[in-house]
């Protein structure tokens, strides 16, 4: 054991001694320069299987708003511990005339929940009842989110767009490396959260091709009946006769109730560029326009590309935006949020009087701003483009990997966990480590606080960028460093992608690193400024995928090297 330890110690310093070279314009190595180009339309996602099928449905005639629907459903079909019909997510888009909007397809409680749900009678958290098996699953939302997107934007039949969905899942996809080690490491826990084998718990190896009869019929059924397939009849009853006996609660008024929901997305300007991301119920763009338009005051291009002046800056940021979404955000719909005094300009230059580059501000002695008002782990992100120069990001999530690992043999799908998301136990952190209070309290039908950060970007009025990822808490910072990355640093979108990441977020202290990216001397020196630096445990921060418009109109698309992630475009 000593040995192994040591090393491994050896490894790491050999590692940093290797890495601390003189700086590059671009730290990291072995990345291509430039991703696919397009000179239309182009779809990056999670599998080259989805991104096809969007880009064959635009090929076609279908707009982005088509392409979403065969991406997602696709997804669900040859990426299900993240794509699913059992989950939900957020879309943000931007028409070809320039107008922004948001679709909310977020899980909710269900009736039958309360406050104190995952509390015993001496109210300690029974941690895995919110992560495993039948109480912790949220009202599915994507199947409504989908319809809903159709209805107002799409272009193409429904039955036409979810054809080759139905043909993946019927004659199925090819496993890569990474998805079989993948399904092969959860086959076990499959086992034992189900009681019973299924098409999940076989073992599998790279090339196997996987065919998923049961979920081809289930959305042969959505696609012949329309969303009431889903909601209210014969899936749902499976559905919930399926929960109940898993130990759920949600009902078949829980379906029937269940609504996808228009928002206003948040927009703010970072410089010269109009960012557009997603509002609550998820945290995401209100904490990367408070980090971004708190960095907004520093010269980080001037600092350079993750040196220690750079990561201090963005870690401040976050360290304070963090504590402020743990005070502040949850479901619009039952709290008052105040948008406006946690985005203004005095209150964000204030919230930094405590900052110097001398060292670290201790986040126990940082908690939430004082406003004057009332007041996977797998998720995936596709970004979409389109001829017609309409734009979308969606994420979408089970929460962790597979969700609940709950699985329905008959209807094909995985369950989410999402209702981890809420804050079970005030000031116990959840799957993410993030600490939540009263404003992500368990209620009846209420949604739950998301990380999750589609975000599109505008230059000179233009459409310039679509981006997001999965990466529960680090979802929020792998997009804007992804954003600085192309506008500070002047990378490529795939240089900008595969860039190494780090994260903070107020709680734990810790500024996590991707493991071996960063050099020794910078972590070697935020240390002696009193950051706690992890450069241990993080194998990869988030997976991003984006599209960059190019000045002459042409699509580069950026799809992250750290998974099977792929761009197709026409
Ligand atoms: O909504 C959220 O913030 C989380 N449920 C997202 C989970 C996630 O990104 C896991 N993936 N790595």
Same mark, same amino acid.
């Given at each position: 054991?000593?040995?192994?330890?040591?090393?491994?110690?050896?490894?790491?310093?050999?590692?940093?001694?290797?890495?601390?070279?003189?700086?590059?314009?671009?730290?990291?190595?072995?990345?291509?320069?430039?991703?696919?180009?397009?000179?239309?339309?182009?779809?990056?996602?999670?599998?080259?299987?989805?991104?096809?099928?969007?880009?064959?449905?635009?090929?076609?005639?279908?707009?982005?708003?088509?392409?979403?629907?065969?991406?997602?459903?696709?997804?669900?079909?040859?990426?299900?511990?993240?794509?699913?019909?059992?989950?939900?997510?957020?879309?943000?888009?931007?028409?070809?005339?320039?107008?922004?909007?948001?679709?909310?397809?977020?899980?909710?409680?269900?009736?039958?929940?309360? #406050?104190?749900?995952?509390?015993?009678?001496?109210?300690?958290?029974?941690?895995?009842?919110?992560?495993?098996?039948?109480?912790?699953?949220?009202?599915?939302?994507?199947?409504?989110?989908?319809?809903?997107?159709?209805?107002?934007?799409?272009?193409?039949?429904?039955?036409?767009?979810?054809?080759?969905?139905?043909?993946?899942?019927?004659?199925?996809?090819?496993?890569?490396?990474?998805?079989?080690?993948?399904?092969?490491?959860?086959?076990?826990?499959?086992?034992?959260?189900?009681?019973?084998?299924?098409?999940?718990?076989?073992?599998?190896?790279?090339?196997?091709?996987?065919?998923?009869?049961?979920?081809?019929?289930?959305?042969?059924?959505?696609?012949?009946?329309? #969303?009431?397939?889903?909601?209210?009849?014969?899936?749902?009853?499976?559905?919930?006769?399926?929960?109940?006996?898993?130990?759920?609660?949600?009902?078949?008024?829980?379906?029937?109730?269940?609504?996808?929901?228009?928002?206003?997305?948040?927009?703010?300007?970072?410089?010269?560029?109009?960012?557009?991301?997603?509002?609550?119920?998820?945290?995401?763009?209100?904490?990367?326009?408070?980090?971004?338009?708190?960095?907004?005051?520093?010269?980080?291009?001037?600092?350079?590309?993750?040196?220690?002046?750079?990561?201090?800056?963005?870690?401040?940021?976050?360290?304070?935006?963090?504590?402020?979404?743990?005070?502040?955000?949850?479901?619009?719909?039952?709290?008052?949020?105040?948008?406006?005094?946690?985005?203004?300009?005095?209150?964000?230059?204030?919230?930094?009087?405590?900052?110097?580059?001398?060292?670290?501000?201790?986040?126990?002695?940082?908690?939430?701003?004082?406003?004057?008002?009332?007041?996977?782990?797998?998720?995936?992100?596709?970004?979409?483009?389109?001829?017609?120069?309409?734009?979308?990001?969606?994420?979408?999530?089970?929460?962790?990997?597979?969700?609940?690992?709950?699985?329905?043999?008959?209807?094909?799908?995985?369950?989410?966990?999402?209702?981890?998301?809420?804050?079970?136990?005030?000031?116990?952190?959840?799957?993410?480590?993030?600490?939540?209070?009263?404003?992500?309290?368990?209620?009846?039908?209420? #949604?739950?606080?998301?990380?999750?950060?589609?975000?599109?970007?505008?230059?000179?009025?233009?459409?310039?960028?679509?981006?997001?990822?999965?990466?529960?808490?680090?979802?929020?910072?792998?997009?804007?460093?992804?954003?600085?990355?192309?506008?500070?640093?002047?990378?490529?979108?795939?240089?900008?992608?595969?860039?190494?990441?780090?994260?903070?977020?107020?709680?734990?202290?810790?500024?996590?690193?991707?493991?071996?990216?960063?050099?020794?001397?910078?972590?070697?020196?935020?240390?002696?400024?009193?950051?706690?630096?992890?450069?241990?445990?993080?194998?990869?921060?988030?997976?991003?995928?984006?599209?960059?418009?190019?000045?002459?109109?042409?699509?580069?698309?950026?799809?992250?090297?750290?998974?099977?992630?792929?761009?197709?475009?026409?």
């Amino acid at each position: 054991m000593k040995k192994k330890h040591a090393l491994l110690s050896l490894c790491i310093l050999l590692c940093f001694w290797q890495c601390d070279s003189p700086k590059k314009e671009i730290s990291h190595s072995t990345t291509a320069v430039l991703g696919l180009i397009s000179q239309k339309a182009m779809v990056v996602s999670a599998r080259e299987e989805a991104s096809r099928i969007g880009s064959e449905i635009m090929q076609q005639g279908g707009n982005a708003f088509d392409a979403m629907v065969a991406t997602e459903m696709a997804l669900a079909v040859c990426y299900p511990n993240a794509g699913n019909l059992g989950g939900g997510g957020f879309m943000v888009y931007r028409t070809h005339r320039g107008e922004v909007g948001a679709l909310d397809y977020r899980e909710k409680a269900p009736l039958r929940a309360n #406050r104190d749900m995952y509390l015993d009678e001496n109210k300690k958290y029974l941690q895995d009842k919110s992560k495993t098996g039948g109480l912790a699953v949220g009202v599915p939302g994507t199947i409504a989110g989908i319809f809903k997107a159709h209805k107002r934007f799409g272009s193409l039949p429904m039955q036409t767009i979810l054809r080759p969905v139905i043909l993946l899942a019927k004659n199925g996809f090819k496993i890569t490396e990474k998805q079989a080690k993948q399904f092969n490491d959860y086959s076990a826990v499959f086992k034992q959260v189900n009681q019973e084998n299924s098409i999940y718990t076989k073992k599998f190896k790279a090339g196997d091709v996987f065919k998923n009869e049961a979920l081809a019929n289930t959305l042969q059924q959505i696609s012949d009946n329309g #969303r009431s397939a889903f909601y209210q009849d014969e899936i749902a009853k499976t559905l919930v006769a399926y929960l109940q006996k898993n130990g759920g609660i949600i009902s078949l008024k829980d379906l029937d109730n269940y609504q996808a929901i228009w928002r206003e997305p948040i927009v703010f300007n970072y410089k010269d560029l109009r960012i557009i991301s997603m509002s609550p119920p998820s945290s995401g763009g209100i904490c990367m326009a408070q980090i971004l338009k708190t960095t907004a005051n520093y010269p980080i291009a001037q600092y350079g590309h993750n040196t220690t002046k750079t990561i201090q800056v963005l870690t401040e940021a976050q360290r304070r935006a963090y504590a402020d979404r743990s005070h502040y955000l949850g479901d619009p719909d039952f709290i008052d949020i105040p948008v406006d005094s946690l985005l203004s300009d005095a209150y964000l230059k204030g919230r930094m009087d405590s900052f110097s580059f001398e060292g670290a501000t201790p986040s126990k002695e940082l908690t939430h701003g004082a406003i004057s008002q009332a007041e996977s782990t797998e998720t995936t992100h596709y970004s979409i483009i389109d001829s017609y120069g309409n734009a979308i990001a969606v994420t979408t999530t089970l929460n962790a990997s597979f969700g609940s690992k709950l699985y329905n043999k008959k209807l094909g799908f995985f369950l989410n966990n999402e209702m981890d998301d809420f804050s079970a136990k005030p000031g116990t952190p959840n799957l993410f480590g993030l600490i939540g209070g009263d404003a992500n309290a368990i209620a009846p039908q209420k #949604r739950m606080l998301s990380s999750m950060t589609p975000t599109l970007v505008e230059k000179d009025n233009k459409l310039w960028m679509t981006l997001g990822t999965p990466g529960g808490s680090t979802i929020i910072t792998s997009v804007l460093q992804t954003i600085l990355n192309v506008y500070e640093f002047n990378m490529s979108m795939q240089q900008a992608v595969d860039a190494p990441r780090f994260h903070h977020q107020w709680l734990p202290d810790i500024v996590k690193v991707e493991a071996t990216s960063f050099d020794a001397k910078t972590i070697k020196e935020l240390e002696n400024k009193g950051y706690v630096v992890d450069y241990k445990n993080a194998s990869s921060i988030g997976r991003v995928d984006a599209i960059l418009v190019l000045s002459d109109g042409s699509l580069e698309g950026g799809a992250d090297k750290r998974g099977d992630d792929t761009a197709v475009g026409f």
